[in-house]
């Protein structure tokens, strides 16, 4: 009896074994790191409903392998990214950045010189980690003053440009300023237009996987 015990032990360890060598390992699929604040963090939604998230489940859909880490960060500023980020590669080792960061630096009224130095920064680290960037650019509203307004808003544009980086103009197209899609703050959307946000950065995403839009 301890003996037949032995042998169907034996094979059933065998059996797990080669399911775990034919099974393809998640550690394997291409990385895509999504770095950015509030915006992508879902702030005061679900996590599953931000647009992180419905990225993840868009791939899937198409049967793409990419697996999607989200390390945003309500608050976060491009100086608290710049801190983060050598470690945030480190561990995940991503193909893909999608760095969304700077409305906090606009909202504060920060230089727009200092924000500018630290996504040159930011973007510095994933290239020599091997990964790709995607910047998303924000706008901030003219009560800030026209000035400041062009440049901040300009800014992103400019650090494309430089580093020839694929560019969503404006994550928030089409949804900043419609009280309808945005929550009681007026600065973060709904739930119901997280797809919408999803639109936007795919048109740009699809293209640098090299997928159809």
Avoid at 106 to 121: A, F
Avoid at 172 to 177: D, I, N, P, Q, R
Avoid at 204 to 211: N, Q
Wanted: with cysteine; glycine share 8%; charged share 15%.
């Amino acid at each position: 009896m301890i003996f037949r015990l032995l042998i169907i032990t034996f094979f059933s360890c065998c059996t797990a074994l080669t399911a775990m060598a034919a099974a393809p390992s998640s550690n394997s699929a291409p990385v895509i790191l999504v770095f950015g604040d509030s915006l992508s963090a879902g702030y005061g939604i679900p996590r599953e409903s931000g647009w992180v998230s419905l990225l993840q489940q868009r791939l899937q859909q198409r049967g793409l392998p990419h697996r999607v880490v989200n390390a945003s960060i309500s608050g976060e500023t491009t100086s608290g990214g710049l801190s983060r980020i050598a470690e945030a590669v480190r561990s995940h080792q991503p193909s893909l950045v999608l760095v969304e960061l700077g409305a906090n630096d606009g909202l504060r009224g920060l230089p727009v010189e200092q924000m500018q130095q630290n996504l040159n920064k930011i973007i510095a680290t994933n290239e020599a980690a091997k990964a790709r960037t995607i910047l998303i650019g924000m706008m901030i509203p003219p009560n800030y003053g026209p000035r400041y307004t062009q440049s901040f808003n300009g800014s992103f544009r400019e650090l494309a440009e430089a580093h020839k980086l694929p560019l969503v103009p404006f994550l928030l197209e089409g949804v900043a300023g419609n009280a309808s899609l945005n929550q009681d703050d007026g600065l973060h959307p709904r739930a119901e237009a997280q797809e919408r946000l999803l639109d936007n950065v795919w048109k740009v995403l699809a293209p640098a996987l090299k997928i159809a839009p």
